[in-house]
């Protein structure tokens, strides 16, 4: 699969961290675009910067002259991780002046798979309208919202269970987390 993952200025980076070391040994063509915002909160969260994984393609959120700005050339999927507040309420309407709102219209328009993985809490009217409007439109909305049945035992396990469940709906094999009722390794 040729999958795009863009990062924002959402608290979390540390679930597109986890996502990407996840995503590189699987073997898929693997494109990177970060959102203005998203260095700043990637500087607060996480010591030592983005690792990024060898092969991944990072892009200028300004150029548009990349495969996946034109609908001939969708992805297959883009995940939008952890995706601000803005940037959710700019793709549910449409907005398309850069590469990562660009794509995100894209993908939705060509029926590809969109995952947008917010953070935020408590939610507003506006973000729930927005919600609203992007699952009618097609993407999915996987809410940052860790689980514990599988007892994590560091910050990085707990991201992992956020992690499991957009890895378990790009249809990505993984043994990142124990499935419910399956045997604790
Ligand atoms: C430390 C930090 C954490 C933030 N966390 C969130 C968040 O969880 N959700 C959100 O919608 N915005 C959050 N913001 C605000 C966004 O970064 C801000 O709205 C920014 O303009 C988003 O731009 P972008 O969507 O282009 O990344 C945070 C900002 C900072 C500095």
Not at 143 to 169: G, I, K, M
């Amino acid at each position: 699969m040729r999958i795009l993952v863009a990062i924002t200025g959402a608290s979390g980076s540390l679930y597109a961290q986890r996502l990407l070391e996840n995503l590189a040994p699987a073997g898929h063509e693997l494109h990177v675009v970060l959102s203005q915002y998203a260095p700043a909160v990637i500087a607060e969260e996480l010591p030592g910067g983005l690792r990024l994984p060898p092969g991944a393609i990072t892009h200028d959120l300004q150029r548009l002259s990349v495969p996946f700005a034109s609908g001939s050339n969708a992805p297959d999927a883009m995940v939008v991780i952890p995706c601000s507040m803005g940037t959710l309420g700019r793709i549910a309407h449409g907005y398309s002046e850069n590469l990562l709102l660009r794509a995100a219209d894209v993908v939705l328009k060509e029926r590809k798979q969109l995952i947008l993985v917010p953070r935020e809490t408590p939610l507003s009217l506006v973000h729930v309208r927005n919600f609203e409007l992007l699952l009618q439109a097609g993407a999915t909305i996987l809410p940052a919202n860790p689980s514990f049945y599988s007892r994590p035992r560091s910050v990085a396990q707990v991201a992992d269970t956020v992690v499991a469940r957009v890895l378990d709906h790009l249809g990505v094999a993984h043994k990142l987390v124990a499935r419910w009722q399956e045997e604790r390794e």
